[in-house]
């Protein structure tokens, strides 16, 4: 689960602990961990799939998540079965689990540890997940800018920054389809939580202001539009502020929302036939907006020396259909499951 900075790269222990115990390491978008080899990062395709038994017991490191389908697919697990092992007192239970709480920091607990190498259902869930990994592959491979090939685009090249996740879709596509490649884990930040998308654009500014560091984000394009006088916090800061524009809230075109389309797109999904390069000229940012993959990643190769804006335009009936057809896909695989 989400992680604060200063745990972040104690993350990376746990896949130690994942081969001792034979257990699969799902590593949640703000963890830290999620593009570390040897962590499913996919689980959330896969367990569109009907066929993967439940756990029957989960160690639950950190916050909350970001996927509500893993947290269903471990609900049935409570009490002493549900153990999680948290730096702070209060209990994390979305689900009514009523959890076994262990007070502790990742480091502290597996210093507390004393383990015989057992087996288990990982390599199972690593098959899956390097399934995943080659459909999401084949899908995106081509150049053309796409909400999840955006995703993966920023985590390949976040090493050198922190990085910061906008709710709504960017979160939820970096959770899914970003690739499990750093040889560390990268420092991530995000506003998961009641503030929903306001107010992102500030937090960047304070993570950079604060943190002396640069950052790349992550953001849609209707949180920038909620906190758009915010840039100006952004000048002088080394911030490369990545917005997919798809002109309104695509996240609703994924929601059983069961109202007339017209209406949905509307009073939900409330396009506004804007981009920001005005924006950007107004706030004294440099303006970029790549044409493909390509030229996104040689924009974010190097860390940002100014603030800059870079707009990724997409278009949502197009992303909700590219979302439908990696499910097909996945829909189409069965696993071969073991414990």
């Not at 994942?18 to 830290?32: F, K, T, Y």
């Not at 009490?79 to 959890?99: G, H, I, M, T, Y």
């Not at 992102?200 to 920038?224: E, F, H, M, R, Y």
Request: proline share 8%; aromatic share 6%.
């Amino acid at each position: 689960g989400r992680l604060p900075l200063s745990e972040q790269p104690a993350a990376a222990r746990l896949l130690d602990l994942s081969e001792r115990l034979g257990w699969p390491l799902i590593a949640d978008a703000l963890s830290g961990a999620r593009t570390l080899p040897g962590v499913i990062g996919h689980a959330d395709w896969i367990l569109q799939s009907k066929n993967v038994p439940p756990p029957a017991r989960v160690l639950h490191f950190g916050g909350s998540l970001v996927s509500k389908r893993l947290g269903e697919w471990m609900s049935p697990c409570r009490a002493e079965n549900f153990l999680q092992v948290r730096r702070f007192p209060e209990r994390l239970d979305p689900w009514n689990q009523s959890p076994t709480l262990l007070r502790a920091g990742i480091s502290d607990f597996l210093d507390s540890l004393q383990l015989q190498p057992q087996t288990g259902w990982r390599d199972a869930w690593i098959d899956a997940n390097d399934a995943i990994a080659q459909i999401l592959a084949e899908v995106l491979a081509a150049p053309a800018l796409t909400e999840p090939s955006i995703a993966r685009t920023v985590a390949g090249c976040a090493s050198h920054s922190l990085l910061f996740l906008g709710n709504s879709m960017p979160v939820r596509d970096f959770n899914s389809c970003a690739e499990s490649r750093s040889p560390a884990p990268i420092q991530i930040l995000g506003n998961r939580g009641a503030s929903g998308i306001d107010g992102n654009i500030a937090t960047i500014a304070g993570i950079s202001s604060g943190s002396g560091k640069p950052v790349t984000a992550l953001v849609g394009d209707l949180t920038v539009l909620h906190d758009l006088n915010s840039l100006a916090l952004l000048r002088g800061e080394p911030v490369s502020l990545v917005v997919v524009n798809n002109d309104g809230g695509g996240i609703f075109r994924f929601l059983p929302l069961g109202i007339d389309p017209v209406d949905r797109e509307r009073f939900w999904e409330t396009p506004h036939g804007m981009d920001f390069n005005h924006a950007a000229a107004q706030f004294g940012l440099e303006y970029h907006r790549p044409a493909g993959v390509p030229e996104l990643a040689e924009l974010l190769s190097q860390p940002p020396l100014r603030a800059r804006l870079i707009e990724c335009r997409t278009d949502r009936a197009a992303n909700h259909a590219l979302h439908l057809e990696i499910s097909r896909r996945v829909a189409s695989r069965e696993w071969k499951w073991n414990r």
